[in-house]
Structures are given as structure tokens and as C-alpha cells.
């Protein structure tokens, strides 16, 4: 059984940063590649960055381009996501998702569904007030 954990949401003002982090274990971490959705309240899910396998192709929706970056260290078992110049519309649970497929390449538009990933975390709660 696979577990994501996240961690790093809170509360801050536009204009500031944090760090989200979500950790691994169940199965080999290097192989998958991970995402980070989020979810307003009355919105659907949906996608922010991904990241593949090797780490050697990210992914962004437009709206966190230039303003969010995943990484991972494998040697951890780790995906993160920096978030800086954050906005109120950035409020939101955010989760992260390990990919279905090991070794998946991404491609050009990489993984943006949701059903392209089997497994979860529980989410953390990112605010950001004005």
C-alpha cells in the first residue's frame, strides 16, 4: 500500500511563499511520477505540477508558471512544491499523487488527469490572504 503524506500549508499573505512537502512509502518512489493538484471550496480538482520519474520534465498549469516549482529528491522519497508570490486565489487544498505507470516520460503535455494517478495524500490546507 502506497502512502503520500503532505505537509507545509498554512496560512499566509499574498505576496508570500511556502513550501509544501509530501513524503513517500509503499513502493519505489524514483520510478513514478508525482503531481500536485489542488481543490477549492465548490471547485472541481485540479491540476498544478508534475514531475517525472528522473525529475527531468515539469509540468505547470499557466495560472502557477513562473511562480511555483516541484522538484523531488529521490533519495528521500520526497516531491515538493514552492509556491512563492502567492495569491488569494491560490487558497486551496492541495494534494499530492503518485502516478499509475512506472517510468512514465510525460511527453509534451505531460500528466495533467487525475485519473492518470492511483494514489493520494489527505491534503493540506493552503490560505493566503490579502
Known amino acids: 500500500q502506497v502512502q503520500l503524506v503532505e505537509s507545509g500549508g498554512g496560512l499566509v499573505q499574498a505576496g508570500g511563499s511556502l513550501r509544501l512537502s509530501c513524503a513517500a512509502s509503499?513502493?519505489?518512489?524514483?520510478?513514478?511520477?508525482m503531481g500536485w493538484f489542488r481543490q477549492a471550496p465548490g471547485k472541481e480538482r485540479e491540476f498544478v505540477a508534475a514531475?517525472?520519474?528522473?525529475?527531468?520534465?515539469?509540468y505547470y498549469t499557466d495560472s502557477v508558471k513562473g511562480r511555483f516549482t516541484i522538484s523531488r529528491d529521490n533519495a528521500k522519497n520526497t516531491v515538493y512544491l514552492q509556491m512563492n508570490s502567492l495569491k488569494p486565489e491560490d487558497t486551496a487544498v492541495y494534494y499530492c499523487?503518485?502516478?499509475?505507470?512506472?517510468?512514465?516520460?510525460?511527453?509534451?503535455?505531460?500528466?495533467?488527469?487525475?485519473?492518470?494517478?492511483?494514489?493520494w495524500g489527505q491534503g493540506t490546507q493552503v490560505t493566503v490572504s490579502l
Open positions: 499523487a503518485a502516478h499509475r505507470q512506472p517510468y512514465y516520460s510525460g511527453g509534451v503535455y505531460g500528466p495533467r488527469a487525475a485519473h492518470e494517478y492511483d494514489y
Open positions: 509503499g513502493r519505489t518512489f524514483s520510478t513514478y511520477a
Open positions: 514531475i517525472t520519474w528522473s525529475g527531468g520534465r515539469k
